[in-house]
C-alpha cells in the first residue's frame, strides 16, 4: 500500500461517493511506484457494485481527469 497515493486521494474533491471510494480502492493497492494491477472486478466485489461496465467508465473519467494513467498489458 502506497500511503502516498491513499492520502492524495482522500484529499481529491468534486467526486460523488462511488467514485471516490474507487480511487481510495485503487490507492490502496498501489505499490511504492504508484502502480496497481486489481481487476474490475475485484474493484466491482470491494465496492459492492455488480456493474463492471460502471467500473471502467468511473476509470476512464480519472484517466481524463490526470489522476491515473491506463496500460494495458
Known amino acids: 500500500m502506497s500511503i502516498f497515493c491513499l492520502n492524495k486521494s ?37 465496492a459492492g457494485l455488480k456493474d463492471l461496465k460502471r467500473i471502467r467508465k468511473i476509470i476512464n473519467k480519472f484517466v481524463e481527469l490526470g489522476y491515473l494513467k491506463v496500460e494495458h498489458r
Open 10 to 46: 482522500i484529499q481529491v474533491k468534486g467526486l460523488k461517493p462511488t467514485e471516490k471510494l474507487i480511487l481510495i480502492i485503487l490507492a490502496n493497492y498501489a505499490d511504492e511506484k504508484g502502480s496497481c494491477y486489481p481487476s474490475h472486478q475485484h474493484i466491482a466485489d470491494i
